[in-house]
């Protein structure tokens, strides 16, 4: 199975594992604004469990758990960095973001629901025994909270409020926590249910997170907004520092280049059982969307 199926695939599994999570809830509006938050998108996240897992002896049937769990507070986040008081936008995935869809306040409601269905999901019996599950979400939530996403969203906007561009240190800083520490999780938590060393895949996600976001960062630039599915030339037209702009397009190219090379170099130890995985890195910098 080349990546492109096996991505496309393991989507599909996380689709279905998402779906049978939210059948049967209460009949709200917020309910089905959930289930309309985590439709498509790559599922990079989930994907980078599954196959971590594997390439580890986790089967999919044991691993999937966690995957739909990375893909709901994903989702969750995505949901909330949308909304008017944080990023302020109105185009995801292609389709209306949930607040433009329903409301503001069913947007909050949703987003909440989704992150605490995401760690519901991680107390499956099925992704091992009790320390593992509590690895797992103790890994999500540090990876989510405070130490992670939270602190880089915060950095961010505390940057906006101030008016004051990043210097790249302070970008790079910020991109760890906002787009690298989820990114961090879904790479760690095959070795997590394994039993495994960490430590290799945690220095391939590192590099992975930061290429994902410079990648995002040109696609700002040179992308078509029908492919991406939202709105694209914000960051230049509100005066925003990002890597392109501090890096110049070809200079953020080769140095998210080089990042790609750091995380295959770090599943060196993998052998041919790191192929999708190192598939995946390269992925991340030729994506058009």
Known sequence: M????????????????????????????????????????????????????????VPEDRAI??????????????????????DDDDLRRGQPTVHRKWDE??????????????????TDPALGAAEVRIALVTGLAKASGI??????????????????????????????GKTGALIGFAAEAGAVMAGADPRPLRHYAAALGLAFQIADD??????????????LRKDAGAGKAT???????EGA????????????????????GAANLIAAARFVIARDN
């Not at 279905?16 to 996240?45: I, W």
């Not at 966690?66 to 944080?86: F, G, I, K, N």
């Not at 890597?243 to 397009?249: D, H, T």
Request: hydrophobic residues 50%; contains cysteine; charged residues 20%.
């Open 147 to 176: 130490d992670g996403m939270v602190l880089g969203q915060a950095l961010d906007i505390a940057a906006e409020t101030a008016g004051r561009a990043l210097t790249l240190d302070e970008i790079t800083a910020l991109q760890a």
């Open 105 to 122: 306040a069913t947007a909050v409601l949703a987003g909440d629901a989704l992150q605490t269905l995401a760690f519901e999901l991680l």
């Open 218 to 231: 040109i696609l700002d630039v040179t992308g078509d907004e029908v492919r991406t599915g939202k709105r």
């Open 243 to 249: 890597f392109v702009s501090l890096l110049g397009l």
């Open 65 to 86: 758990g966690a995957a739909a769990a990375v893909e709901a507070l994903h989702a969750y986040s995505l949901v909330h960095d949308d909304l008017p008081c944080m």
């Open 2 to 57: 080349t990546f492109a199926e096996r991505l496309a695939a393991d989507a599909g599994l996380i689709e279905a594992h998402l779906s049978a999570a939210l059948a049967g809830r209460a009949d709200q509006p917020v309910t089905e604004a959930m289930r309309y938050a985590v439709r498509g998108g790559k599922r990079l996240r989930g994907f980078l469990v599954l196959e971590g897992g594997r390439m580890l002896g």
């Open 253 to 272: 190219k080769a140095r998210a280049a080089e990042l790609v090379a750091e995380a295959e170099a770090a599943l060196a130890g993998y052998g041919k």
